[in-house]
């Protein structure tokens, strides 16, 4: 069965579909007490994509009907329960678009704007049951064999390399020079083409889920990169994410190669762009963030987790079909129906955050990777990337400050998601960091802390200064060496290894020494005066007090 067409705005008559249809008609809505499907995109969508959700969940609860480029009708699912019965049940709506009947009908045609979204690929996102299983088994066991240490490093090292390409101007704008740059060259490495990374790989990642008249030029652009290097890793295999994929078990063909990269690719790239660019503003900007990371009690992975109920990286993901005629939140879905999975307002959703206020911390409940069984495998590495990043620029670069008022930001909305387009910054200029040799792979205990207003007096490492290596406490949990992505703004020991030691004399308040990691990056600041009466060997004397507090004796 086809869908009629939707009446077009301004039209005097309105096609008479099926009942429950999402592109029933104005008038037949308005006997209902409701108004008609809303478009999600143009002005409205792209202005205010939340208020627009609110408006929507005001009007139709749970589930509510939308139109997508073109005003073809689909379901948008607005309740977080309800979404996340769509992503757990894919018995009931599945993640394969052949099922579409738009495309059966034609109103979705294969040049659509959203055809490089929607378009069935040999892909573990459009299959279920064994499949799928195949498939994902694949790209998550690749994932599981990244050395996430080494992931770290290169997160570090890249951050510094683009770091250093504005620090000497002293503002720079912190989306087109930091967060649109560093997930590509840390994915391109991962992949295994580092040699690949260039601006238009970036603008085209960016363009291809947008819905715009590029969307598939930019599409095929990204996947004759990759089909490129899959022929490669197919002659010459390597240590990288591209040759466990072409010698997995699974024997998936290079097509299947192919799409499974571009898709780790571009999801990586956009939500973890997206979420950098986001935590940076909220560090700027928000109170909260401001006060509690400065103040030491939020950690900087803290912060990215609220950000991930606050401003997902992704506000929705298209699609799921129904297998076959149902009810979601009290509305008939019938068989072929579109469904987008609708990841910010579920995060909004006054059932699970009745104060949107709130604070969230220790709550992952939130949905910006969906759920079920094609939740994203990486979402580790997003993370990863985005709070290590984040950490290495905050500590070279203490002192940012917002260039413009927070009203003054420009933002970008697709289907999808909702791209905040500059974040200029004023900081104290500074001279570049030897960034050319290879990661240093030294282990080394917790960073300085760093504050978003301003450095502490006397917390930053001068060279020849520090204390002499010795014994110290092990690097954080899970933590990559030396970076601190994890250090919350009271530093706190690492776990200890051997028997544990008893009560000692501890250093007296004021006298606890910073470890001092020689290989760390080292930041051009003045230090605050040296209290009276301290002398040259003091921070040796107190290091070693720490030392034998640590063993015990």
Same mark, same amino acid.
């Given at each position: 069965?086809?869908?009629?067409?939707?009446?077009?705005?301004?039209?005097?008559?309105?096609?008479?579909?099926?009942?429950?249809?999402?592109?029933?008609?104005?008038?037949?809505?308005?006997?209902?007490?409701?108004?008609?499907?809303?478009?999600?995109?143009?002005?409205?969508?792209?202005?205010?994509?939340?208020?627009?959700?609110?408006?929507?969940?005001?009007?139709?609860?749970?589930?509510?009907?939308?139109?997508?480029?073109?005003?073809?009708?689909?379901?948008?699912?607005?309740?977080?329960?309800?979404?996340?019965?769509?992503?757990?049940?894919?018995?009931?709506?599945?993640?394969?678009?052949?099922?579409?009947?738009?495309l059966h009908d034609g109103t979705a045609p294969p040049d659509h704007p959203l055809a490089p979204v929607f378009t069935w690929q040999p892909?573990?996102?459009?299959?279920?049951?064994?499949?799928?299983e195949r498939l994902r088994g694949a790209v998550t066991d690749a994932i599981a064999r990244i050395d996430h240490r080494g992931v770290r490093?290169?997160?570090?090292?890249?951050?510094?390399?683009?770091?250093?390409?504005?620090?000497?101007?002293?503002?720079?704008?912190?989306?087109?020079?930091?967060?649109?740059?560093?997930?590509?060259?840390?994915?391109?490495?991962?992949?295994?083409?580092?040699?690949?990374?260039?601006?238009?790989?970036?603008?085209?990642?960016?363009?291809?889920?947008?819905?715009?008249?590029?969307?598939?030029?930019?599409?095929?652009?990204?996947?004759?990169?990759?089909?490129?290097?899959?022929?490669?890793?197919?002659?010459?295999?390597?240590?990288?994410?591209?040759?466990?994929?072409?010698?997995?078990?699974?024997?998936?063909?290079?097509?299947?190669?192919?799409?499974?990269?571009?898709?780790?690719?571009?999801?990586?790239?956009?939500?973890?762009?997206?979420?950098?660019?986001?935590?940076?503003?909220?560090?700027?900007?928000?109170?909260?963030?401001?006060?509690?990371?400065?103040?030491?009690?939020?950690?900087?992975?803290?912060?990215?987790?609220?950000?991930?109920?606050?401003?997902?990286?992704?506000?929705?993901?298209?699609?799921?079909?129904?297998?076959?005629?149902?009810?979601?939140?009290?509305?008939?879905?019938?068989?072929?129906?579109?469904?987008?999975?609708?990841?910010?307002?579920?995060?909004?959703?006054?059932?699970?955050?009745?104060?949107?206020g709130a604070s969230m911390r220790g709550n992952r409940a939130h949905l910006a990777f969906s759920g079920g069984p094609h939740e994203c495998?990486?979402?580790?590495?997003?993370?990863?990337?985005?709070?290590?990043?984040?950490?290495?620029?905050?500590?070279?670069?203490?002192?940012?400050?917002?260039?413009?008022?927070?009203?003054?930001?420009?933002?970008?909305?697709?289907?999808?998601?909702?791209?905040?387009?500059?974040?200029?910054?004023?900081?104290?200029?500074?001279?570049?960091?030897?960034?050319?040799?290879?990661?240093?792979?030294?282990?080394?205990?917790?960073?300085?802390?760093?504050?978003?207003?301003?450095?502490?007096? %006397?917390?930053?490492?001068? =060279?020849?200064? #520090? &204390? $002499?290596? !010795? /014994?110290? *406490? +092990?690097?954080?949990?899970?933590?990559? @060496?030396?970076?601190?992505? %994890?250090?919350?703004?009271? =530093?706190?020991? #690492? &776990? $200890?290894? !051997? /028997?544990? *030691? +008893?009560?000692?004399?501890?250093?007296? @308040?004021?006298?606890?020494?910073?470890?001092?990691?020689?290989?760390?990056?080292?930041?051009?600041?003045?230090?605050? *005066?040296?209290?009276?009466?301290?002398?040259?060997?003091?921070?040796?004397?107190?290091?070693?007090?720490?030392?034998?507090?640590?063993?015990?004796?």
């Open positions: 069965m086809t869908i009629p067409s939707s009446p077009q705005p301004g039209s005097g008559g309105h096609a008479a579909p099926p009942p429950g249809c999402p592109a029933h008609g104005r008038a037949a809505s308005q006997e209902r007490g409701t108004s008609g499907p809303r478009r999600l995109y143009g002005p409205e969508a792209e202005n205010d994509p939340m208020g627009l959700y609110e408006k929507l969940r005001a009007e139709h609860g749970a589930v509510a009907p939308v139109l997508l480029h073109g005003d073809v009708p689909a379901w948008l699912v607005l309740g977080h329960g309800e979404n996340l019965h769509v992503t757990r049940t894919p018995s009931q709506f599945s993640r394969d678009s052949r099922r579409w009947r738009a892909l573990c996102v459009f299959a279920d049951g064994a499949e799928h490093r290169h997160i570090n090292r890249y951050s510094n390399r683009l770091i250093n390409e504005f620090c000497r101007d002293g503002r720079a704008d912190l989306v087109g020079r930091f967060a649109e740059h560093l997930p590509m060259m840390v994915m391109a490495q991962i992949l295994g083409m580092p040699e690949e990374y260039n601006e238009r790989l970036v603008q085209a990642a960016r363009d291809m889920i947008k819905g715009t008249e590029t969307a598939n030029e930019s599409n095929e652009y990204v996947m004759t990169v990759l089909r490129g290097l899959v022929a490669r890793r197919r002659a010459a295999p390597e240590e990288d994410f591209a040759s466990r994929l072409t010698g997995h078990p699974a024997g998936l063909t290079d097509d299947e190669v192919a799409q499974h990269l571009r898709l780790v690719l571009i999801a990586a790239y956009e939500t973890t762009a997206n979420l950098i660019a986001n935590v940076l503003r909220m560090v700027l900007t928000d109170p909260r963030f401001r006060a509690r990371l400065s103040g030491g009690h939020m950690t900087l992975p803290e912060a990215v987790e609220q950000t991930l109920w606050d401003e997902p990286p992704f506000t929705t993901i298209f699609g799921r079909w129904a297998v076959g005629d149902t009810e979601l939140g009290g509305k008939r879905i019938r068989a072929g129906d579109a469904l987008i999975v609708g990841i910010a307002a579920a995060n909004a959703d006054p059932v699970v955050r009745p104060d949107p495998p990486g979402q580790d590495i997003g993370r990863a990337i985005a709070d290590t990043g984040i950490d290495a620029l905050l500590l070279r670069l203490p002192d940012l400050q917002l260039a413009v008022e927070e009203r003054e930001l420009r933002y970008k909305a697709a289907l999808m998601s909702r791209q905040l387009l500059e974040l200029p910054v004023t900081f104290a200029p500074r001279p570049p960091q030897d960034v050319t040799g290879p990661p240093n792979a030294t282990p080394a205990a917790r960073r300085p802390q760093w504050q978003v207003d301003s450095p502490r007096p %006397g917390s930053i490492p001068v =060279p020849g200064q #520090g &204390p $002499r290596p !010795g /014994p110290r *406490p +092990g690097p954080a949990p899970g933590l990559g @060496p030396g970076l601190g992505t %994890g250090a919350a703004l009271t =530093p706190e020991p #690492g &776990p $200890r290894s !051997g /028997p544990q *030691p +008893g009560p000692g004399p501890k250093p007296g @308040p004021g006298a606890e020494p910073q470890p001092v990691d020689p290989s760390a990056p080292v930041l051009a600041e003045p230090l605050a *005066p040296a209290p009276a009466g301290r002398t040259e060997s003091a921070p040796r004397r107190a290091w070693r007090a720490l030392s034998r507090w640590w063993q015990g004796n």
